[in-house]
């Protein structure tokens, strides 16, 4: 199952390709659900927009409980750099604005707003495409694809504005239609379904960034998906629509985690992303095939971002496919839709086998970074029992990230922080490889994530014992000074008195307890 | 000859330290805030001490065993041993034991307040604010749990309880794999 990769280059047609260290070859069990056609996804009763589905600050509701929105219609929005706002998917009623479980492995519940549809699935009235998009400036481009929530939809869910304003000049653009965890579909669903408006929503992106290059990069095992994007950009080429020239279709070799942002960089660029960097730093930005159909949408259609292509899949799902899905759509009802589970031993996954996230239940909604809900068998999800490490070394030939996982895992049993430091715990992407070849089958990433939240967790303890240092020393000081102040006051107070007895009232004319004052401030002074 | 050069070496060499123990003086025992900042600062005064930083200096004087303090746990008496040295003890029963579990802050009932201020003028990191005969409010963002405020100090039943803090998605911890819970739900 495993092969071992090395930093050979290979050639392969026009393009030459290099390749990242390590990866592993998997099954893709990729015609599961067919890629060859997208379903709608029928219209649910209630939709669950989470207020914050994207990295950054979450956004603040501009709508109030019990009034009607539109389809596209604006419901929160945020002023911060890092954010994107979040829309009605559909016409409806904003029932509630209240914490929900949200698709996430914890089952923590966020602020949602919730909106009971109407049916009629209504427009906003407002929304038109923009005039003359070809004579858009970067910046307003730019402002178009924050105000339509556009989110990088590969996962990270970084707001794409904020990706698209980088602090230096970038010379390649990459468009990611690679797709390499095993079952997922809705990437090569969505280049065989809509190519072109993949292609023009890149040509938008170009311009903003102005890159002299752009790849799109399709893994080799979805040649249809490649022959639909190189048909797209010839037409556009023969069209002689601007831009199109620099853009090339490249096939990556099939290899997990061809599709990881950085793997990609090194196999189509040969170049690294330095280590806690991001790709821009190497004048590279890299968006995923979904986001730049959302982009041609926002600024051809004037439509922001309310739907995505969804893949339902797994052995555990009666009927697999990839549907067009509003977002907010309880994955309830997407296991409906497609056909409902076989049977209860099913484990639902957001995302792949690989790197997805276990949903508590179904009831939490799809969001913009649902690629992919995978009903896997129970009995699979649920590991036989790890066996001891026998430090075969296999893992640190598959790393991708050339990290050693079986010392990370030494040092994560042992909680020695500062040694996974010193291994680069950090850099580790979770891609899973390392615990799919163990032959001790030993669940590395859990170990890798726990002793990464564990090592936050207990930063933040130490940040928030030194701001109680600072606090109590505050305090103490403030007290201090209140106190020294009152003795003062009282100290001026006794001055005045004595000082007003000596010029106003006589001592042997006032009564007994002034004359004992008196004599008492005398003694003081004296 | 050999007297006169080693009076000469003796004066130059006290100058030299004379000069650097006046310019290189430290304030205060570093010893403390060495200890200091391995204790918690909960500023509780479980240990005995009105806080953390009295607790370290007792520590430093060798007045107090370094096995005082609950919050700290065991995993804080093992790092006291480790910086001076010692064996690792067991925590003192009588102090309480080891806080085990989420972060636990004080929640003051808006509904149950009289606005006695007794709490704020207790808390040890002000993060009680309010005014006489007003609600007062915890600023969950300092609250250390040290539950100084609680009763009998406050003087109205269920006014101030300890609850534990919400945790949002970016705070949540993955569970430990080896923990029986985790390993059949992850």
């Not at chain 1, 009763?45 to 990295?55: D, G, N, S, V």
């Not at chain 1, 495409?129 to 989110?151: C, F, N, T, Y």
């Not at chain 1, 629509?241 to 279709?249: F, N, P, T, W």
């Not at chain 2, 003086?25 to 001490?49: F, S």
Request: net charge neutral; hydrophobic share 40%.
């Amino acid at each position: 199952m495993a092969e071992s990769g090395s930093a050979g280059r290979e050639k392969r047609g026009m393009k030459k390709l290099w390749r990242f260290g390590g990866g592993v070859k998997l099954s893709g069990h990729k015609t599961v659900s067919d890629p060859a056609k997208v379903q709608r996804a029928p219209l649910p009763k209630r939709l669950y927009l989470p207020l914050r589905q994207h990295i950054g600050a979450p956004a603040e509701p501009v709508v109030e409980v019990g009034s009607y929105v539109y389809k596209g219609q604006v419901l929160a929005v945020s002023s911060a750099f890092v954010s994107a706002p979040v829309h009605a998917p559909s016409s409806g009623t904003v029932i509630a604005i209240e914490k929900h479980t949200m698709p996430h492995q914890s089952g923590i519940a966020e602020e949602c707003a919730v909106i009971e549809t109407d049916g009629a699935d209504r427009w906003h009235p407002d929304i038109a495409p923009l005039p003359r998009p070809g004579l858009l400036s970067a910046d307003e481009l730019r402002a178009r694809i924050r105000e339509a929530g556009i989110v990088g939809l590969g996962g990270a869910v970084f707001p794409s504005a904020a990706k698209l304003k980088p602090p230096r000049a970038i010379d390649t653009l990459i468009l990611n239609g690679v797709e390499c965890e095993p079952y997922i579909t809705c990437d090569d669903a969505l280049m065989r379904s809509r190519p072109e408006e993949i292609v023009r929503g890149l040509l938008l992106v170009q311009r903003v960034v102005e890159s002299a290059e752009c790849i799109i990069a399709v893994e080799d095992n979805k040649p249809e998906a490649i022959a639909r994007m190189r048909d797209a950009v010839e037409k556009l080429r023969a069209s002689g629509v601007g831009g199109s020239d620099a853009i090339e279709v490249v096939a990556v070799p099939t290899r997990f985690p061809a599709g990881g942002e950085k793997q990609l960089i090194k196999v189509l660029t040969g170049k690294e992303v330095p280590q806690g960097g991001l790709p821009y730093e190497i004048g590279i930005v890299c968006l995923n095939v979904g986001t730049t159909a959302a982009v041609y949408d926002a600024v051809y259609e004037g439509r922001p971002l309310v739907a995505r292509i969804m893949t339902v899949t797994g052995p555990q799902i009666r009927q697999p496919a990839n549907f067009e899905v509003l977002i907010g759509t309880p994955v309830q009802d997407m296991l409906d839709a497609a056909g409902g589970v076989v049977s209860d031993a099913h484990t639902l996954i957001m995302g792949g086998p690989m790197m997805g996230t276990r949903l508590p239940h179904g009831q939490v909604p799809v969001v913009k970074a649902s690629n992919c809900i995978l009903v896997e068998n129970a009995a699979l999800a649920d590991r036989q029992p790890a066996m001891p490490c026998i430090r075969c070394g296999t893992c640190a030939t598959v790393c991708p990230i050339n990290l050693l996982p079986q010392q990370l895992y030494w040092h994560a049993r042992g909680k020695a922080y500062d040694k996974l430091d010193r291994h680069h715990l950090a850099d580790c992407i979770e891609c899973g490889c390392c615990a799919v070849v163990c032959p001790s089958r030993i669940p590395l990433v859990q170990y890798f994530r726990y002793a990464k939240t564990e090592k936050a967790a207990q930063e933040a303890r130490d940040a928030f014992a030194d701001q109680s240092r600072v606090r109590m020393q505050l305090r103490e000081a403030r007290l201090a000074r209140l106190a020294r102040e009152q003795e003062e006051r009282k100290a001026k107070r006794k001055a005045a008195r004595l000082g007003k007895k000596k010029t106003k009232v006589p001592i042997d004319q006032a009564g007994p307890a002034t004359r004992e004052m008196a004599g008492e401030a005398r003694e003081v002074v004296a | 000859m050999s007297v006169i050069v080693l009076t000469l070496l003796g004066l130059v060499f006290g100058i030299g330290l004379g000069y650097a123990a006046i310019r290189f003086r430290v304030e205060g025992n570093p010893l403390v805030e060495k200890i200091d900042a391995v204790l918690p600062q909960t500023q509780c005064g479980q240990c005995g001490y009105p806080g953390c930083r009295p607790y370290a200096e007792a520590i430093a004087a060798d007045e107090a065993e370094i096995n005082q303090c609950p919050p700290g746990g065991d995993a804080g008496v093992r790092a006291l041993a480790d910086l001076l040295g010692r064996d690792p003890l067991p925590l003192n029963p009588d102090n309480g034991v080891a806080a085990d579990g989420p972060q636990m802050v004080a929640v003051i009932d808006e509904e149950t307040c009289i606005g006695c201020t007794k709490c704020m003028q207790v808390c040890p990191v002000d993060a009680i604010a309010g005014a006489a005969k007003h609600i007062h409010t915890v600023l969950n963002a300092y609250c250390t749990g040290c539950e100084l405020c609680l009763p009998p100090l406050c003087p109205v039943e269920k006014c101030i309880v300890m609850a534990p803090e919400e945790t949002s998605i970016r705070e949540w911890k993955w569970p430990s794999p080896e923990a029986p819970a985790a390993r059949s739900a992850a």
